[in-house]
């Protein structure tokens, strides 16, 4: 599968963003896929991840201000992202893994199909 993420920009602290993870190659809404986060000089960090439409898992540092949720018709993965914090700042990556009805890891190192990054800034 080939993941192409978008939807990143500048916003100011409070504002809100929506980010698209469009998949090609294959139907993916039984295979987990998840959005990551990189800021500079930091580890690539767990921010939500989806398996279908109901097995669902966030960060506790996004929980009740990021929704993940997916278009099967599309075959696309949404990240609304409301009320943005400076800290939210980095390259966004979302990811798939490759293994059908899997459980949602936390773990970059467990999917294998990548997106390119959207950059994402929040100021203050």
């Known amino acids: 599968v080939q993941l192409q993420a978008s939807g990143g920009g500048s916003v100011q602290a409070g504002g809100s963003l929506r980010l698209s993870c469009a998949a090609s190659?294959?139907?993916?809404?039984?295979?987990?896929t998840a959005w990551f986060r990189q800021a500079p000089g930091k580890k690539r960090d767990f921010v939500a991840g989806?398996?279908?439409?109901?097995?669902?898992l966030y960060a506790d540092s996004v929980k009740g201000r990021f929704t993940i949720s997916r278009d099967n018709a599309k075959n696309t993965v949404f990240l609304q992202m409301n009320s943005l914090e400076p800290e939210d700042t980095a390259v966004y990556y979302c990811?798939?893994?490759?293994?059908?009805?899997?459980?949602?890891?936390?773990?970059?190192?467990?999917?294998?199909?990548w997106g390119q990054g959207t950059q994402v800034t929040v100021s203050s």
């Open positions: 190659g294959r139907t993916f809404s039984a295979f987990p």
């Open positions: 989806i398996r279908e439409t109901t097995y669902i």
């Open positions: 990811a798939a893994r490759s293994i059908t009805n899997a459980i949602i890891r936390r773990d970059a190192n467990a999917y294998g199909a």
